[in-house]
Protein backbone atom coordinates (compact mmCIF):
# COMPACT_ATOMS: atom_id res chain seq x y z
CA UNK A 1 0.00 0.00 0.00
CA UNK A 2 1.58 3.67 -0.80
CA UNK A 3 2.35 5.94 2.03
CA UNK A 4 -0.36 8.21 0.38
CA UNK A 5 -3.14 5.91 0.96
CA UNK A 6 -2.28 4.59 4.48
CA UNK A 7 -4.55 6.59 7.32
CA UNK A 8 -2.74 8.47 9.68
CA UNK A 9 -3.83 6.66 12.55
CA UNK A 10 -2.28 3.56 10.86
CA UNK A 11 0.51 5.26 9.73
CA UNK A 12 1.14 6.38 13.12
CA UNK A 13 0.83 2.91 14.41
CA UNK A 14 3.42 1.44 12.35
CA UNK A 15 6.04 3.96 12.79
CA UNK A 16 5.13 3.05 16.57
CA UNK A 17 6.35 -0.67 15.83
CA UNK A 18 9.13 0.22 13.67
CA UNK A 19 10.60 2.37 16.86
CA UNK A 20 10.06 -0.59 18.99
CA UNK A 21 11.65 -3.37 16.60
CA UNK A 22 14.96 -1.16 17.11
CA UNK A 23 14.49 0.05 20.66
CA UNK A 24 13.20 -3.39 21.94
CA UNK A 25 16.47 -5.81 21.29
CA UNK A 26 18.42 -2.44 22.06
CA UNK A 27 17.17 -1.59 25.73
CA UNK A 28 16.71 -5.55 26.30
CA UNK A 29 19.94 -6.16 25.41
CA UNK A 30 21.61 -3.47 27.70
CA UNK A 31 19.15 -4.09 30.65
CA UNK A 32 19.88 -7.82 30.60
CA UNK A 33 23.57 -7.25 30.51
CA UNK A 34 23.47 -4.37 33.24
CA UNK A 35 21.10 -6.50 35.60
CA UNK A 36 24.00 -9.52 35.39
CA UNK A 37 27.29 -7.08 35.32
CA UNK A 38 26.50 -4.02 36.81
CA UNK A 39 29.05 -5.01 39.81
CA UNK A 40 31.19 -5.38 37.30
CA UNK A 41 30.67 -2.57 35.38
CA UNK A 42 31.79 0.00 38.60
CA UNK A 43 35.38 -0.19 37.12
CA UNK A 44 33.96 1.28 33.35
CA UNK A 45 32.05 4.18 34.88
CA UNK A 46 35.47 5.49 36.62
CA UNK A 47 36.77 5.21 33.29
CA UNK A 48 34.05 7.02 31.62
CA UNK A 49 33.77 9.79 33.62
CA UNK A 50 37.72 10.39 33.58
CA UNK A 51 37.72 11.33 30.16
CA UNK A 52 35.20 14.84 30.13
CA UNK A 53 35.49 14.05 26.38
CA UNK A 54 33.81 10.97 26.26
CA UNK A 55 31.19 12.34 28.65
CA UNK A 56 30.28 15.18 26.62
CA UNK A 57 30.16 12.80 23.40
CA UNK A 58 27.82 10.26 25.69
CA UNK A 59 25.74 13.05 26.50
CA UNK A 60 25.34 14.50 22.91
CA UNK A 61 25.08 11.21 21.49
CA UNK A 62 22.21 10.72 23.90
CA UNK A 63 20.66 14.04 23.37
CA UNK A 64 20.53 13.54 19.29
CA UNK A 65 19.01 10.18 19.59
CA UNK A 66 16.19 10.89 22.37
CA UNK A 67 15.57 14.07 19.87
CA UNK A 68 15.17 11.84 17.00
CA UNK A 69 12.86 9.50 18.93
CA UNK A 70 10.53 12.63 20.03
CA UNK A 71 10.58 14.00 17.03
CA UNK A 72 9.73 11.43 14.41
CA UNK A 73 7.71 9.55 16.91
CA UNK A 74 4.53 12.30 17.74
CA UNK A 75 2.27 9.24 18.96
CA UNK A 76 0.85 8.69 22.50
CA UNK A 77 -2.23 6.51 21.66
CA UNK A 78 -1.88 3.59 23.15
CA UNK A 79 0.67 1.96 25.64
CA UNK A 80 2.89 0.91 23.17
CA UNK A 81 3.24 4.57 21.90
CA UNK A 82 3.17 5.98 24.86
CA UNK A 83 6.45 3.94 26.09
CA UNK A 84 7.85 4.83 22.82
CA UNK A 85 7.71 8.73 23.35
CA UNK A 86 8.47 8.15 27.08
CA UNK A 87 11.72 6.23 26.05
CA UNK A 88 12.66 9.28 24.00
CA UNK A 89 12.26 12.10 26.48
CA UNK A 90 13.70 9.42 29.30
CA UNK A 91 17.12 9.20 27.08
CA UNK A 92 17.45 13.47 25.98
CA UNK A 93 16.97 14.77 29.30
CA UNK A 94 19.75 11.88 30.55
CA UNK A 95 21.95 12.67 27.25
CA UNK A 96 21.13 16.45 28.47
CA UNK A 97 22.18 16.08 32.14
CA UNK A 98 25.48 14.30 30.57
CA UNK A 99 26.12 17.36 28.76
CA UNK A 100 25.17 20.07 31.79
CA UNK A 101 25.66 18.33 35.17
CA UNK A 102 27.91 15.25 34.36
CA UNK A 103 29.29 16.07 38.13
CA UNK A 104 25.62 15.17 39.63
CA UNK A 105 25.15 12.11 36.99
CA UNK A 106 28.64 10.69 38.02
CA UNK A 107 27.66 11.01 42.22
CA UNK A 108 24.60 9.25 41.38
CA UNK A 109 26.20 6.12 39.96
CA UNK A 110 29.07 6.12 42.71
CA UNK A 111 26.78 6.50 45.48
CA UNK A 112 24.64 3.25 44.16
CA UNK A 113 27.78 1.80 43.48
CA UNK A 114 29.06 1.61 46.74
CA UNK A 115 25.75 0.57 48.62
CA UNK A 116 24.92 -3.11 48.33
CA UNK A 117 20.99 -2.29 48.75
CA UNK A 118 21.44 0.47 46.10
CA UNK A 119 23.53 -1.53 43.56
CA UNK A 120 20.25 -4.88 44.27
CA UNK A 121 17.89 -2.09 43.48
CA UNK A 122 19.72 -1.16 40.72
CA UNK A 123 20.10 -4.45 39.26
CA UNK A 124 16.61 -5.34 39.27
CA UNK A 125 15.54 -1.81 37.76
CA UNK A 126 17.94 -3.23 35.11
CA UNK A 127 16.36 -6.63 34.99
CA UNK A 128 12.75 -4.75 34.48
CA UNK A 129 14.35 -2.59 31.82
CA UNK A 130 15.10 -5.54 30.20
CA UNK A 131 11.99 -7.05 30.41
CA UNK A 132 10.34 -3.88 28.69
CA UNK A 133 12.94 -4.15 25.58
CA UNK A 134 11.43 -7.96 25.07
CA UNK A 135 8.20 -6.43 25.23
CA UNK A 136 8.66 -4.05 23.07
CA UNK A 137 10.69 -6.04 20.72
CA UNK A 138 7.69 -8.58 20.39
CA UNK A 139 5.42 -5.85 20.04
CA UNK A 140 7.38 -4.45 16.98
CA UNK A 141 8.33 -7.40 15.40
CA UNK A 142 5.10 -9.51 15.93
CA UNK A 143 2.00 -7.69 16.17
CA UNK A 144 0.49 -5.58 13.60
CA UNK A 145 -1.83 -2.47 13.83
CA UNK A 146 -5.20 -2.86 15.52
CA UNK A 147 -7.88 -2.69 13.16
CA UNK A 148 -9.79 0.68 12.13
CA UNK A 149 -13.10 1.22 14.11
CA UNK A 150 -15.21 3.64 11.50
Do not use: C, K
Amino acid sequence: MPAASVPADVAAQLRTRAFARVIGPYVATFGIVYAIRLPDLGVLVGDLFAQTFNVLMLGALMLAAGLVIIGLHRSWRGPLAVAISLFGWFVAIRGFLLIAAPSTIESGVDATMLSPTATAVARVFFAALGVFGVVLAYAGWFTGPAARTT
